[in-house]
């Protein structure tokens, strides 16, 4: 099944509602769901992408 029929099916997990109170993620689970992620869609250990606030395109 190609990722596109995947995702299609509704295969590829999608992120869960947010911790109460405050709504942030763990470490843990930002890093199980990209390995879900990856996995899903025939990528394991894909390197996640880095996020920085301070670039250009979050600039207001």
């Known amino acids: 099944m190609s990722p596109l029929e995947r995702l ?10 947010p911790a109460a109170p405050w709504g942030h993620w763990t470490q843990q689970q930002q ?3 990209w ?15 880095t996020h920085n606030e301070n670039t250009a395109q979050n600039a207001a």
């Not at 509704?10 to 992120?15: D, L």
């Not at 390995?35 to 992408?49: F, K």
């Open 8 to 17: 299609l099916a509704e295969a590829i997990p999608v992120r869960p509602a």
């Open 31 to 33: 890093d199980a769901h």
């Open 35 to 49: 390995q879900a992620l990856c996995n899903t869609v025939g990528t394991p250990g894909a390197q996640r992408p």
